[in-house]
């Protein structure tokens, strides 16, 4: 009976697992073209962000001193937001990898647009489920096989300059605080409820 | 309210006159094991007592797999979720030392169901916590929930004779700690419900919380509401009606703490449920960075660790009972020393292979090695000791939390070692602290290596030595007498003593 139920198991398991073998696997960051130019500016400059306050305007257009032709392939622009350096110290599940089905630079997806050769622009307010850290805008230029053909960032090859610092929302409430309070009180004072009637049946046992 | 009156039928009748549902011993415990029953008191007791345990464990691992979320929701690293993981098992090495003796002189109802409604607040108040520290203490304090683990064990072993009582406690154990498992299942569904119903991913989370925490109250609700602590009733009553005797505490607990095997059987069970603990939190992390993963499938095969513990664990412990029939304690003995050092073999093992499919099936194998030698663990506790029983299950109980706690700190606490060398490591550990279950030796049954003492030590000299001359003057170590007259089973079929 063990063993059916480990095997049930196992193919259970098996059937849930995507294959990794997916197309794009071993794409590397490192041959992509930084044909973008990305601006990521927030509203003011200097000050820690809001989530789901405050607004980044976020420009991407074609280098002018690329190819010529560096957008042929383009089908669609991805635009993301990115940890910077110092938001991914001591945290493995940012950390960036040379391989992109791999790297967890940029988790969050800002806008993904049809390419358009025209320059363009967006005012973005910071998403509510934003963790709070440092961060850069990086965009991806990919063709119609969605694979990432090329890129651009406001920031550094060093992702050191032009930075911005976002505070995310805490997610507690008063009306949370309130149930907890009240669901513990009630948790403890039923508890002494007992012990007292526990005591009064015992004291009654004693008299018979 | 109406209260069962389990007190009043054990007030002034003898024992000759009460009626049980299931056949019993000299001791009123329960010689059958009825799964599908919930009769008074015994299969109440066990189905009480393994649904409270389990939503203990549901709420101490109710965060691992909502921590993607409340990770960034809380700016954690991955030092402070560590320390996370550490705190929620060191709270009840403590916790389950006091939990034996709480056990031996409140009686289990009243002990558990106060540690799980005084924990509840923990589990509440993780909805409202703001920062990495919060988290560390309420992960800290719910993690003391899981010494209901002692009470567990001490109840069935009230309430099941020799015979039944690796299976009682094995399946009470493994069902209970299957709440492990099926946390991570559970909370994650919670989480998405309640994301449905419009909440915000950052408040979503907290407000699931308050799940684990409400079924922690209900389920400690339902033991004091319907359990009792002894087929004959229960602790206070009998107390005061001077059916039972209140032991000196002092006595009690030196009385356990000198007895070497509880020491032996605490490192030993620090190796084979310290080693479930860890890959409790370590786990699904595991799977997620070294195969790349998304987190539902990390998560889907983190629970299934857990998981197997529904059969696993109780499958230990039924094999000790079936070993027992038939070569008695020293079959117990050695099922115990094969399954876990296999277990350890399986870990070492684990840490080695590259490809996924067979990190699944092995981790699946070793699963349930690991598992069934915490149920074989505890087939051999309960013949330590009879008058500090409470004492050694705390005491081995506590060692199973410390050996989690030291395996984390050694093996995955920062970057010393990679996830793959740590696990490995730790198989090894496992290997090397089984060892001294060769050294547990029964003068009246035997050891592993050694048959019964030549000396033809009965079983009644074993327990009764628990207790002094003057003691046995005022009649205190009766129970003693009868549990020792029930354990004559523990010499296995192929009896070498002669009868005395």
């Not at chain 1, 920031?155 to 911005?164: A, H, I, P, V, Y």
Request: glycine share 10%.
């Amino acid at each position: 009976m063990a063993i059916h139920t480990l095997l049930f198991a196992s193919l259970l398991i098996f059937s849930l697992i995507p294959s990794s073998r997916e197309g794009n696997k071993g794409r590397l960051f490192s041959v992509l073209q930084n044909s973008l130019d990305v601006t990521g500016k927030p509203v003011q400059d200097g000050v820690v962000l809001e989530a789901g306050k405050d607004m980044v305007t976020i420009k991407w257009k074609l280098k002018s001193s690329g190819k010529v032709d560096a957008d042929a392939t383009f089908k669609t622009i991805q635009v993301k937001l990115c940890y910077a350096p110092i938001s991914q110290v001591d945290r493995p599940w940012r950390k960036t990898h040379n391989e992109l089905f791999k790297d967890k630079t940029c988790p969050h997806e800002i806008v993904s647009k049809p390419y358009d050769k025209t320059p363009q622009s967006l005012d973005w307010t910071v998403d509510l489920d934003i963790p709070t850290g440092t961060y850069f805008v990086r965009a991806y230029g990919i063709d119609g096989d969605g694979q990432e053909v090329a890129y651009g960032q406001s920031s550094d090859e060093g992702r050191t300059k032009n930075l911005f610092s976002v505070q995310a929302i805490s997610g507690g409430h008063v009306s949370l605080d309130i149930a907890s309070i009240l669901f513990s009180v009630f948790s403890v004072v039923s508890l002494l409820v007992f012990f007292v009637k526990e005591k009064k049946k015992a004291k009654l046992e004693q008299r018979e | 309210m109406e209260v069962e009156g389990k007190g009043g039928e054990a007030g002034t009748t003898t024992t000759a006159t009460r009626r049980f549902a299931l056949p019993v011993d000299a001791e009123n415990k329960s010689t059958t094991f009825r799964l599908f029953s919930v009769a008074k008191p015994h299969m109440r007791a066990f189905h009480l007592s393994w649904f409270q345990f389990f939503c203990c464990f549901v709420s101490t691992f109710a965060a691992p797999p909502l921590l993607p979320i409340i990770r960034e929701n809380l700016n954690l690293t991955a030092t402070d979720i560590g320390n996370a993981g550490i705190a929620s098992v060191s709270g009840s090495v403590f916790a389950r030392i006091v939990m034996g003796t709480a056990c031996d002189l409140f009686g289990p109802r009243l002990a558990s169901a106060a540690l799980t409604l005084s924990t509840a607040p923990a589990v509440y108040f993780t909805a409202g916590i703001k920062s990495p520290i919060g988290f560390i203490m309420v992960r800290f304090f719910a993690g003391f929930s899981l010494a209901t683990f002692v009470s567990t064990q001490f109840w069935m072993s009230s309430m099941f004779s020799g015979p039944v009582v690796g299976s009682a406690n094995g399946i009470a154990a493994g069902w209970g700690n299957l709440g492990g498992g099926a946390t991570q299942l559970i909370m994650p569904i919670v989480f998405s419900l309640i994301r449905r119903m419009g909440a915000t991913k950052f408040t979503a989370w907290r407000i699931a919380f308050f799940i684990p925490g409400l079924f922690q109250t209900l389920s400690a609700f339902a033991v004091l509401l319907f359990g009792q602590d002894l087929p004959d009733g229960d602790y206070w009553a009998m107390h005061k009606s001077g059916e039972k005797e209140k032991d000196d505490v002092g006595k009690v607990i030196s009385n356990g703490i000198s007895n070497y095997r509880g020491w032996i059987t605490a490192l030993a069970y620090g190796y084979c449920f310290g080693v479930e603990l860890t890959i409790d939190n370590i786990i699904a992390e595991y799977f997620f960075d070294r195969f790349h993963l998304n987190l539902q499938t990390a998560g889907i095969i983190a629970a299934s660790f857990g998981l197997a513990n529904f059969f696993a664990r109780p499958g230990g412990g039924i094999f000790s009972d079936l070993m027992a029939r038939r070569f008695g304690m020293r079959g117990r003995l050695w099922a115990w020393w094969i399954v876990q050092t296999l277990g350890g073999v399986l870990c070492a093992f684990l840490g080695q292979i590259h490809s996924l499919t067979w990190s699944i099936v092995v981790m699946l194998i070793f699963s349930v090695f690991v598992q069934a030698a915490c149920g074989l663990t505890f087939g051999v506790v309960p013949f330590i000791s009879r008058r500090s029983l409470g004492v050694i299950s705390g005491m081995t109980g506590a060692g199973g939390n410390v050996g989690a706690v030291l395996t984390q700190l050694i093996f995955f606490k920062g970057s010393t070692y990679s996830r793959e060398t740590g696990i490995t490591l730790m198989g090894i550990m496992s290997i090397a602290c089984s060892l001294p279950i060769c050294f547990i030796y029964f003068p009246q049954w035997g050891g592993m290596f050694c048959g019964p003492s030549s000396k033809k030590v009965t079983e009644e000299d074993y327990y009764l030595a628990e207790w002094s001359a003057k003691e046995k003057a005022k009649n205190l170590h009766l129970a003693s007498q009868k549990f020792a007259e029930t354990s004559v089973s523990e010499r296995g079929r192929a009896s070498t003593h002669p009868q005395t």
